[in-house]
């Protein structure tokens, strides 16, 4: 059974920081890209960023370019997010994913391309 755990969310003032964490297991985590999502209530899932198999690769939104910084540690089967100068728009739930990559090097951006998700982490940032 193929489960994706997130930890690391939280309350922290605007500025500030967070590290998202994603254990997976059930699964080859090195056979699986991985990405963040966001969703806000009523709102769709929106992408955050993205990481190859092999964590060479990765992909940014717009929105948090610069800021938040995805990678992965394929001997411990984890996923992060570091969340750097945090905003108040940046309050949502962060969901964690993954897609058996075709290629070492291949990045997903749409949510419709995972097949796992983890439950979700609130990340709270106050004004």
């Known amino acids: 059974q193929v489960q994706l755990v997130e930890s690391g969310g939280g309350l922290v003032q605007a500025g500030g920081s967070l590290r998202l964490s994603c254990a997976a297991s059930g699964l080859t985590f090195s056979s699986y890209a991985m990405g963040w999502f966001r969703q806000a209530p009523g709102k769709e899932r929106e992408f955050v960023a993205a990481v190859s198999r092999n964590g060479i690769n990765t992909r940014y939104a717009d929105s948090v370019k610069g800021r938040f910084t995805i990678s992965r540690d394929n001997v411990k089967n984890t996923v992060y997010l570091q969340m750097n100068s945090l905003k108040p728009e940046d309050t949502v739930v962060y969901y964690c994913?993954?897609?058996?990559?075709?290629?070492?090097?291949?990045?997903?951006?749409?949510?419709?391309?995972?097949?796992?998700w983890g439950q979700g982490t609130q990340v709270t940032v106050s004004s």
């Open positions: 994913a993954g897609v058996r990559g075709y290629s070492g090097s291949s990045y997903y951006t749409s949510a419709n391309d995972y097949d796992y």
